[in-house]
């Protein structure tokens, strides 16, 4: 079982729809949650860190569920500039600066 | 302008041709690490430093080598690369003020032949 699953997609949504992307981990005590946006190759830009109470960041909401282990994202009112691969990060509490990424979950939005 | 650099951007060479990649941040961030990304498989960390001098293994170190000499500067070396070593590379750099967030480098594409 590999330490950060994604679902690779593609999700395509039409303009102005709700997307929700999760994300499981198998170490129980990671610490570290984040979600990164890279386009095209480009270097990953980070989106939003993932908090235990969850957290909003205008039209994207993060939540963090440590029972089920797993991250997750909602994008509402989705805009063709969404589209991009998300990455989910963790830091898996095992010492140093230790990190995993997932493999990504593609989104196009589409006019 | 904070930022990260990495040199060269593209790279064309053949197997046992040692190589440098460099990476250097100027946002005196302690944190610095280096990833692969390959198709399907996501970004897998190659090394990281927690600071100068401090180096340690991420989940494939094989066939790498890095150092940290100074505190802005991190190079990946390759000392006889392979044909399976050709990916996207990336440099990162993090703060050491709890959140872990992560600023990329531009990527170095490397072709080894």
């Known amino acids: 079982r590999k330490e950060v699953e994604q679902d690779p997609g593609p999700f395509n949504v039409p303009e102005g729809a709700t997307v929700a992307f999760n994300c499981t981990y198998s170490?129980?005590?990671?610490?570290?949650f984040f979600w990164y946006r890279q386009d095209c190759r480009k270097e990953p830009k980070l989106l939003m860190s993932?908090?235990?109470s969850g957290n909003e960041d205008g039209r994207f909401t993060a939540q963090l569920n440590r029972a089920s282990q797993y991250i997750s994202l909602l994008i509402r009112d989705s805009k063709l500039s969404d589209s991009a691969t998300y990455l989910c990060?963790?830091?898996?509490?095992?010492?140093?600066?230790?990190?995993?990424f997932g493999a990504g979950t593609r989104l196009f939005v589409k006019a | 302008e904070a930022q990260v650099t990495q040199n060269p951007r593209y790279l064309i060479t053949v197997t046992g041709k040692k190589l440098t990649v460099t990476c250097s941040q100027n946002m005196n961030h302690e944190y610095m690490s280096w990833y692969r990304q390959d198709p399907g498989l996501g970004l897998r960390q190659i090394y990281y430093s927690m600071n100068v001098e401090v180096t340690d293994k991420g989940d494939v170190p094989e066939g790498y080598k890095v150092s940290r000499k100074e505190k802005r500067n991190f190079p990946l070396i390759l000392e006889s690369p392979s044909p399976n070593q050709t990916s996207l590379y990336f440099c990162a750099s993090t703060p050491q003020d709890g959140t872990l967030k992560q600023f990329f480098g531009p990527g170095t594409r490397l072709t080894v032949l």
């Open positions: 990060v963790v830091n898996p509490n095992t010492g140093g600066f230790k990190t995993i």
């Open positions: 170490n129980s005590a990671s610490q570290s």
């Open positions: 993932v908090y235990s």
